[in-house]
């Protein structure tokens, strides 16, 4: 019957936390958004590798195409029947829930004014609720995904809002959660981010056309300009008339998720002003501040440690070095279905370089601890190829609690750190000092030192939810 | 703007019109209930090629698999996510609409109840008016296809009718039209016939389980006894309890399409008590006296002309003859998407017996004149086999008018019937006579020569809609 | 070990016994050879539904295409890889050896004067000792296939010979067995059959271009002008020059293989100026007059035993009737890889049509039993259908024998007709009495009577071998 | 005519030069030899990722399976048919001839002794005059590469040679060139590597298993252990008795690929004693050394002029930064089949971290400059980035001439620095200031400063072949 009950709860979807990425492009002249999207998709590849899938306006004709894989696999070819003007996308990793094409997106819809299209990043802290109270009202679902529970909303607003940007302002008053939201009409490209700006969205411009995506990457990648980040709680409308925005929803806050600076980001991207690889290189100099320890070398765990394992390096003077040689032809560790294939694909995918650490006393850096086995893996690596000494920095802070934002963070009881003190742990990993970047220095990887008001979300290592959440 | 008004239609999907299969399995004992349907399917298959899917309740766990392509294709392997005691299935042809795996069956869906799986076989008069009130409160929908719009209803009547069954018994009155329905909660399988019986559907048993199925050849593939045709009107409901029947919605009337007999049906089929082999023979018996001719010998095309044939032959004593080799590797001609594809493989496809026709004067028979084409290249092709005379006998009348209830009919404009009479057709496929089923005689194909009331639908002969149609 | 020596000999191939098809475009004028071989492989599917093939020259550069399953998969569309002017092509049935793509035809193989390929039907009786004397002289083989040795034995003759036809016709000299042989050099397209004409081999014109194929009904499906059979023991260059014929190892023999007329061949095939079809209507009148019986009704087994019952039929004067339907979306039962497949496609393949047989004396023709269960699983459906009797008629003899020229017969162990008296036959399957083909009458089924020599081969019935095989 | 040259020459594949990948198992114990190769694939992916293959002695029985794609593609699964205890696999990148399947190694040939497998890593020099020459004998080929010559010769000396091992000996004195070769009997595995050593080949152990593969980083990858580098020259046999080494080829001269150093090999990889990780720093030192310059930062492009940065960084003591990020999940510049896909590659693989090079002078490292096309490219990208100054620096001389050895460098019509002085290159990719490394100053990558005989090849940028070479 538990059995049962689990297969219920992963085929009801009550868990779709997951981390994606989202891409849009209004052209105005010659670009094949279809193609623009393709690209752009390559560059967001990190958000998501599960699914992917573009949907177009073609002369106010919507249409579309999803898969499951990498966008290399599944947009190999773009086919003729994505021609268009207008095109919004979307990569996908899903953590819970069933990884089958009905769940990827971007989602079309069939309403009373025609056709819609929805992609969004983000996780609802309150989807269920509104779920079932749609469903109170005879609503159904073909997917266990929010952006359904979104679609739906936006649907029903839509037949008394005058327009659909304004459907989307109203719909965002009953979302609580996270979200860089996109939504095309036939004719127009609506992005929206919520009020708290937990997940990245900005604009661009190529020539006379109009960008949206999760990160700048992906600007840079295709070309284009970057123009500025959709402020938290704002809600762009791109058409005929140029771009518009609306403001209703702002209210001058952000809690800007800060895994997105540690992990999430690639190192290149800008968010919210601040470059994710500049503030990796600041975790770094913090840890060498927080944990000074006499070594000979240091090393990043490819490739987000690189970053810290610089950083450490300027600030103690401790020589870079390169520790581990990455098998770029398998998938990333963090994002891997379950656990034993986690575990069998360290050794295939690191290796570590012996002259570089044999005999000698080896700082380590790495982003994160999520689960121990990872790190103790490579530990017992570094040590099998000589080295003398392993000292362990993580350049972020010990995690104790679940995300309801979107981030793929295991239950309270599976975390490692809600079952072990730090030197604990560092005797499981077989390190010889381990340490964590300290949470009350997180603010600094954003260069907000002394700010009166909180402007990121931690709540994942410190309990500060800046929205109640269950759980 | 035709083109994108065109393309919109195409979309939009308000020409659905097809025909399809469905099969379903209430497992009491050791079943697997998608084989099981699997192997329904397989003889099922002649009512739709394109796509087909299985969905399963195990252990009230619903679940379910769909895929383009033949059964034999998709269901190469029965997943092990299809294990499971209840299961409805489907195999479908769509002549409009795009051919994409959304639109195929059955459908999952979610509702305040849990989750529930529709397949249907037939066409909604009203699909498109409930589509937009629905919408008008604010539903949407991610297909073109009228299950969907049956789903919505079901599941809004549901929010008020104690059980299942009675929300698809307060669905019926909304639809009109034609359906043979099957619907899927975790614990029960509901089977529906439209108030008219349009298409067929039989129930079963094998066993202690009960099978509904489309046709009678479905039961004898799996071994399965048949116990009763579903009454025009009627919705059976079986779960732990057994089978109970509710005939709120029986009216009396029936009005089964007479082209199952000409055409749709596989001829082992028994419909309404009449085996569609039978009524070919009769009609074939029927061209006999309507248009004798003298001739050397008779011959069908098969596979479908066969039956009739060999009725001409035993009215008439002229020498039944194989008069075509049919190559089985390729698909049925009828059932083709474009007109450029039907010509190309007549001639792959049938290959006249040239010793059986040399010198011969010939009566051909075949099941229909759709389009002209077809006709003509059959006819030259036993000419150049050296034929004599080639007479051609139809088992079903000229078509003049369109079938809203499901069946590929092209429209008016495209309908060859009206635009030539018969002497002019018999020119144009060069045939020496040719002669249609006459229309007044089509009761007698099942056994119903001077009935009071009407018992089928000729509609697309005649004119007479048992139901009130737009166009 | 036991295990292993078996694995070895599937592996290593000694009995790869299996019939194919093979087709031939030599095109002067806008022919597109692979296109053509595409429509001419369709037709001859019946005979090799494994794996097929095209290989081409163009302008002189031979390259080719080929893949597992049926043509209208495999060449879906015609890769631009293969324009060309000359094309052989080749359709695949294995019933021992590998499925493997490797084993698939045409080969294509380089040597000394470039490349050529290569495409045979038939078996070879000395392969193996051919293989091994070439082994010997340091020959490799990459495949398990009669193709490849003939191919060495070619490249071998060509260093001495002075063209590809001669060393042709000095490869014949070593092969002992059945073989209807295509080889196309860059400017050459050779046929050539063997010196008994175990397999059918024709040459058909198609505007100025020039076909060879297996059977007619593949030149009647292109639109080709059927000219002549190839003789046994002749080779026919077709090149810049037009047709030039080699009659080197033509003996005035023949002994073409009985069961082409009995069941492989089209029926609308003519071999060797007998029509398949009308040679089966005869085995009908023969076996009416062998086993005289009072019946109702005769039917057929689908599609092979059809004719034969038309034939019985005739000469009977009990009326013909369709007795079952085949269910056209599953492939042949002779033609499957194993025993349990086998069984249970019988009862989703075929379906008794009950109206047809209920409560009648009937005759049930098919073509041959090769295995009891078959039969038996028929006999049994018609007796549930309502059938009083059913009286069997075989329009082949029994077969003891296996054999060495092409045909998949199982061991003598395996065959029925080797461990049972048709009495004890009759009884196992059920039937109410049973009659084969009579061998002494085979002779009528090609209308030679009385002739002084035999003309056919018909060693698995008789035993009479017309080249000394082991075994 | 000339087009159909060109279609002749890379048909029959005169210029199959390619790089590859080897590795092999001999289990002794419970290792499953095919899964054990196909984690060894995954850590020489980076040699070859056109295609692959594992083939396996299974008591005694030879199969294998081959495909197009990487190794996580066509091993997705180890099919049961894998199963054995000796194993020998290989990965392929070709630059010429057609990428098919049937070029995929390993090779498994059939002649007078059995089976056996052949996989090699290298280029003859004379694989055309030999194939000719065993063509003269009646040979044939039926694919393009130099594999299936070598496994001619090894057929043939096997005649007269006691044991395999002998004939692979034999076999050794007609090969001019470089290979790396396992040969796998049904019993025995042998090692062979080319009596200059051209490419890499080593010896490894896994508990009473034994390994070789093309580098060391594939014996880390599974946990084996290094035993080491087979010789120039030497056969190893692997069998039932253990390991057994046969010196009849050995010279004591080694001329070992030093593209292997600045390029092909994982850093991680232990060449003949050195590791390439340290040879690439070292040649950042060198270039430090050759061309000072005055700079803010130091950057690398990703992944391998990352080493020589680092080399350049230290000897400098300018600081290291990372000036790109790259996105992983595109495949290397150098490996893509046309130079249009190259183009376009670049912009979607490469992203310059604007942070870190704004406003600086910065210096640049790179492994080479092949074609100037890439460089020109990544130049542009950092000055759009705000760069002040690029200095380019190349880890390698100047390539002037072809590879005969299996390196995949274009002709020396193509190579851009046959064309350009450095001076103008440098105005051609718009840097600053541009230096190769000096090829007299090469020994010192592998710490062979002042050896009295060159011990590697460095052909490509002196012209200096070990081997007399046509062209």
Known sequence: MAQQERKNRILDGYIPHDECGVFGVYSNGGLHAASVCRDGLYALQHRGQESCGIAVSDMGVIDGRKGMGLVGEVFREIPADLDGQIAISHVRYSTAGKSVVENAQPLIMRYLKGRFAVAHNGNLVNAEEIREELAQGGAMFHTTIDSEVIAHLIARERVKAPNIEQAVIHTMHRLRGAYSLLVMSPTKLIAARDPLGFRPLVLGRLGDSWIVASETCALDTIGAEFIRDIEPGEVVR?????????RDNCTGKRRICIFEYIYFARPDSVLDGVEAHASRVMAGRLLARQYPVEADVVIGVPDSGLDAALGLSRESGIPFEMGFVRNNYVGRTFIKPNQSERKKSVNIKLNALAQSVAGKRVIMVDDSIVRGTTSANIVYALKQAGAREVHVRISSPTIHNPCYFGTDIPTREELTSNHHTVDELCKLIGADSLGFLKAESLGELIGEGGAPEKT????????????????
């Open 238 to 246: 791109i058409d005929a008339h140029g771009v518009q925005s609306f």
């Open 456 to 471: 990121f979300c931690d709540a994942c290592f410190t309990g500060d939810y800046p929205i109640a959440c269950k759980g």
